[in-house]
């Protein structure tokens, strides 16, 4: 089975804070993802990765940077944490973009800035 | 972004019932998945199509990749109290992007 693994699941941070988002999955894929998931707006692509020193902005970029240095690894990171970043964060994987694969999600990490 | 437009957006009903959702778009896609979200995790693939027509079943789910290759839907039948959450409908394009529904709050009433 593909194991997408979120480092933190609950987070407490305070506005002007860095924060470092952990993505580690198992199935040497080549693609990973980071959505934020808020009530009556769904999943929002933040950035995306096909593949390792590689990135994309998603949908919605601001406020946030990423990094893949290692094929397994996507981080997430909020350089500057606001309120309006107090979000469910979501790591996903697939194993690369040609048809027929799937996208595979980590259990989710609940951040509230304060 | 561009999302899918799934319906309907939350149902309530009674342990027994069948349930049907849908999601439509006006542009094609390669690929249909359908996630199940339980309260606080993360979506769990339900579901998988990979070609116009298509009908899959899984258990007491059925999903059907629509012959336009525009539209899916997912029926649960016979609701149980645990088929409670959130399910997404997603569309994969040949690019490999994947376009989201905005989800359907399913509650089942014992």
């Known amino acids: 089975d593909v194991k997408v693994t979120q480092s933190s699941r609950y987070l407490v941070k305070r506005t002007g804070e860095k924060v470092f988002l952990e993505c580690v999955q198992d199935?040497?894929?080549?693609?990973m993802f980071w959505y934020r998931q808020d009530p009556g707006l769904g999943l929002r692509l933040i950035y995306f990765?096909?593949?390792?020193?590689?990135?994309e902005k998603g949908d919605i970029p601001e406020g946030y940077s990423v990094s893949r240095e290692k094929k397994e690894r996507f981080s997430l990171i909020l350089e500057s944490a606001s309120t309006n970043q107090t979000s469910m964060y979501l790591c996903?994987?697939?194993?690369?973009?040609?048809?027929?694969?799937?996208?595979?999600f980590g259990e989710g990490s609940w951040l509230t800035v304060v | 972004g561009q999302q899918l437009n799934q319906s309907p957006q939350s149902m309530f009903i009674q342990e027994g019932e069948d349930v049907s959702m849908n999601c439509t778009s006006s542009?094609?896609?390669?690929?249909w998945l359908w996630y199940k979200q339980d309260p606080g995790e993360g979506p769990v693939l339900l579901i998988a199509?990979?070609?116009?027509?298509e009908l899959t079943s899984n258990g007491r789910l059925t999903a059907q990749f629509g012959i336009t290759r525009k539209d899916s839907f997912l029926n649960i039948s016979a609701s149980i109290p645990s088929d409670v959450g959130i399910y997404f409908c997603?569309?994969?394009?040949?690019?490999?992007?994947?376009?989201f529904g905005q989800g359907t709050t399913l509650q089942v009433k014992p």
């Open positions: 996903a994987s697939r194993e690369n973009a040609r048809s027929g694969n799937t996208i595979y």
């Open positions: 199935m040497d894929h080549e693609n």
């Open positions: 990765s096909y593949d390792v020193k590689m990135k």
């Open positions: 542009s094609i896609f390669n690929t």
């Open positions: 199509l990979y070609k116009a027509g």
């Open positions: 997603a569309g994969q394009r040949h690019t490999g992007k994947l376009i």
